[in-house]
């Protein structure tokens, strides 16, 4: 099993620049989340789509956009990126449920100069 | 308002050592999942442990245990027998019922010296 993976692993904008970050999972969950790590703040959840069909706001949603394609895939798209923006981005998939715990995929470092 | 705080912002640990990894929480809803995920520096975000508030024990997973302490709304991380592979970034997280969401804290890095 491939578990979730994203596309790119890296990626390096000018500001204004658009971009979609891809995610996918194999596992059959639910839901599906987009994070972003930066120094010291732990993981910050932007968007996240509790089941097919449906999305919602996280914590840090301005300047972003998400799309949940079907049950397997859950994009993330910048539409003018900014160097605020600039972050290590990770998609998790869960089964639903208290215990069902967050499968990680590896990451996309993006850089916007 | 959901929150997890992590207030040991790095640790360090003898090799074969046991180290604690504090975690408090808040949170006004009864049922709740608190998880600990470990980071090493190759940056992926790995699953350790899981407990349920409403679970009678601690969780334990080889060498991880879940000290938790309900009312003082503690879940701290023990790892016993400290090896240098262990040397990462420990986050604690929480999962509240009837969301989704899973909220994470700051985040403890852990040095593991030989």
């Known amino acids: 099993n491939a578990g979730v993976t994203q596309t790119p692993k890296f990626q390096v904008l000018k500001t204004g620049q658009s971009m979609t970050l891809q995610c996918a999972q194999d596992?059959?969950?639910?839901?599906m989340y987009w994070y972003r790590q930066d120094p010291g703040m732990g993981l910050r959840l932007i968007y996240y789509?509790?089941?097919?069909?449906?999305?919602d706001k996280g914590e840090v949603p301005n300047g972003y956009n998400v799309s949940r394609l079907n049950k397997r895939e859950f994009s993330l798209r910048l539409e003018s990126a900014a160097p605020s923006q600039t972050s290590v981005y990770f998609c998790?998939?869960?089964?639903?449920?208290?215990?069902?715990?967050?499968?990680f995929g590896p990451g996309t470092r993006l850089t916007v100069l | 308002a959901q929150k997890i705080t992590q207030t040991q912002p790095g640790m360090f640990v003898q090799e074969k050592e046991a180290v604690t990894l504090d975690c408090t929480y808040d949170t006004s809803d009864p049922s709740y999942g608190l998880f600990w995920y470990k980071q090493p520096s190759s940056g992926e975000m790995i699953f350790l442990i899981y407990q349920g508030s409403y679970d009678q024990q601690n969780a334990t997973e080889g060498r991880y245990s879940l000290n938790f302490q309900k009312a003082r709304k503690s879940a701290n991380l023990v790892i016993s027998a400290s090896q240098l592979g262990d040397s990462a970034m420990y986050f604690c997280?929480?999962?509240?019922?009837?969301?989704?969401?899973?909220?994470f804290g700051t985040g403890t890095r852990l040095k593991v010296l030989a």
């Open positions: 997280a929480m999962r509240a019922s009837g969301t989704y969401k899973y909220i």
């Open positions: 998790a998939s869960s089964e639903a449920g208290l215990a069902g715990k967050g499968i």
């Open positions: 596992m059959n969950h639910n839901s």
């Open positions: 789509s509790a089941s097919e069909g449906t999305t």
